[in-house]
């Protein structure tokens, strides 16, 4: 069993930037592919970053190419994604998602609570 809990969310101007965190226990972390993804208000859920396992390997939604980044320290256990240049049309709640296969995939084993983002215009 792997829990999966967000945290860094919150609320910024456009043009900021958030570090949203996912913190992991329960099973080894480092074996994981880990996913973001976000759910705006009316909206369906989409995909917007991954990292493989090692965090050799990383894919991005063609909307935050450039702007976002994807990490993760295995040593802490933890998955982060960096934000920049935010717009307030990615006011979403952000989800931290574990075990997907490829990474990418929207099919993933495990989900986190989500943490929600709002960027004021």
């Known amino acids: 069993q792997v829990q999966l809990v967000e945290s860094g969310g919150g609320l910024v101007q456009a043009g900021g930037s958030l570090r949203l965190s996912c913190a992991a226990s329960g099973r080894t972390f480092s074996v994981y592919n880990m996913a973001w993804f976000r759910q705006a208000p009316g909206k369906e859920r989409e995909f917007v970053a991954a990292i493989n396992w090692s965090g050799r390997s990383t894919y991005y939604a063609d909307s935050v190419k450039g702007r976002f980044t994807i990490s993760r320290d295995n040593g802490k256990n933890t998955v982060y994604l960096q934000m920049n240049s935010l717009k307030p049309e990615e006011t979403a709640v952000y989800y931290c998602?574990?075990?997907?296969?490829?990474?990418?995939?929207?099919?993933?084993?495990?989900w986190g609570q989500g943490t929600q983002v709002t960027v004021s215009s």
């Open positions: 998602a574990a075990g997907g296969t490829p990474p990418e995939s929207d099919q993933h084993n495990y």
